[in-house]
Each structure stands twice: as structure tokens, then as C-alpha cells.
């Protein structure tokens, strides 16, 4: 399959009725469209997972396989983790040890693990489309691990239990009154989509800020602000979310070493870059009292974050990757009904 985003495809379902449960696969795929009741059972499942293991692992027999066709740290290793501690085993395969490599396509190498019986299909590709074109094609249900710059859900899972943990909001996970920033390129973020529809979904106001090619106006269209200047609302935001420079998504591709600041086509230097929309110490001092600064990872120290302000006490950097744990375990037991 190509890069870039696919077309016109069947849509699978994401969340099923009583009366179709039998015949119809859960699959997580994204947050946006999902029906604001779910959005909630998966977060209060994924809040309650975080307060206390389950007393009888959920998934206990079954088998998830991870199928990651693009780099992954985080969402890798939590989903494996998340997938052990509620009983299930772990099927890993990745492009470089897959028969991808000889040309099988993505569809046909899920069907391949899917006829093992595996109970659970995990799906990172760099392609916006992929899990759901998986998930039209298989019975197994199917979560989207991140598909290029289309959505993250179980990141903006996380980034929305790590938001209601901060500010207190676990019970119903109502967000109305939060201000959150995101900075940078949120264009080509998945991250960043799945975080507007899930915050947006419970009443957050989102502003993206950046250069245009970054943070385009168009972007208004998922029910968010845009502005050109940090500057101008930083000191409105209760909650900031820095965003990596997805070098990998643009046509120019990821820079060499000695190319780190220069970002040709879409910035004219990071070094301007950085002088516009950095979260520098300078900037987080002039943060509301209470502001958290929040970053998917992985973060560049020292182009849109200063370590200093990575490593401080408003960061929730690592809370947020303790809570992909919780999140996971809670995806997996929902989407197979083990909830
Ligand atoms: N946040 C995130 O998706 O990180 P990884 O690419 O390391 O999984």
C-alpha cells in the first residue's frame, strides 16, 4: 500500500449495539466520531485500571498481536505491558521481521495472523488509513497504534486522563473550563487530532498555534482556534501540549545529523522555529500558576521543549506514559469485550 491517506473504504464499526454485538467487531480506530459514552467507559475504565490491577485479569487466554510497521517506543512497549497485566499473550510482529518486506501487503499479513486465532490486532503504519483498512477486512478487533498523520486514540486517551488527573476531573472526565494549547505541527499530527476530538468531545476549548504550514486555519474546521503567535496565548492556557516536528511527514524527510537546524520547505530555520514557538523556561515562567505542560514524546530537548521545563514539576511527561498502561489495558479489554 502506498503512502499517504486512503480514500473511500468501507467504515468498520467502532462501538456495536446489543443486538449486533454478536456479529460486528469493536475496533478503536480513532476518537473522532466515537459516541461521547464510550469515549467516557473507555476513560473510567482506563481510571479505574490506573487506581487498581483487576482482580482477575480480563483477558486471561486470549492473545493480542502487535503489528508495528513504524518505529514505536512508547506505544509499543505499554501495549505489551498493558496486554500482560490483564493475563492476555503477545504475538509481536514488526516490519523488519514480517513478510511485508517481500511485498505482502498489510491486509493480507493481518489476515495471515488473524487465521492463528489471535483475539486482539494492534496496527501501527505510517500510512493515514491503515488500521481502518485492517479493521474493514478482519473479524478481529482492531486498534489503531497511530496510522501516519491521521489519529493516536489511545494517546489521546492518555493525554485526556492525564489532563482530568491534573485538574481533577476523573469523575465524569467534564472538561469544560480548560484552555489547552497545542504548539507546532499539529498538520501532521495524529496526535494532535485524536487529542481535539477527545477534548473538544468533553468540553475543552483547544487553540493550535504555529507557523502556517504547521497550524494552517483550516485546522478550524475540527472546532479548534488557530493563532500564529504563542505569545499571544500563553499566558491564557491551562494546559500546553508541545509537539515534535514530524520531519518524517514532510516531503523533505528526516535531516541528517549535521541538517538538525535547518527544515527546508516548511520553516525557514529552526533556530526561528524556536524563537516563535519554543516552550523555553523564559515562557513557562510566564504560565498560569497551575498550567501543566504536557508532550507525546518522542520530545526534541532543546528545539520546542527546554529540557528544564521537560524535567519540571508542571510536567505531566511522565504521567503521561505511566497512564498508556492503564489506557491500553483498557482498550484491549473493551474492544474484545472483556470490559
Ligand atoms: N507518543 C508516541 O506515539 O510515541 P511512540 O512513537 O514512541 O510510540
Redesign the pocket.
Known sequence: MPGGTIGAMPAPRQARTADAASRSPRHLLGLQGLALETLRTLLTLSRDYARRAPATPPLAGKTVATMFF?????????FTVAAYRVGANVVDLSALNSSVTKGETLVDTAITIQAMGVDALVV?ARQSGAAQLIASHVETPTLN??DGKHE?PT?GLLDILSLATAYDRLDTFDLSGLHLVIVGDAASS??ARSAIAGMTALGAQVTCVGPAPMSPRSLETLGVRVSPRLDDVLESADAVMMLRIQFERHDTGTPRADDKFRAPNLLPSIREYRAFYALTEERAARLKKGAVVMH???MNRGIEIDAAVADSPRSLIRH?VAN?VPVRMAALAWCTGCD
Open positions: 513504524e518505529d514505536s517506543t512508547r506505544t509499543r512497549s505499554s501501527r497504534a497511530g493516536h494517546q495524529r496526535v507525546p514524546g518522542p503521561q498508556g
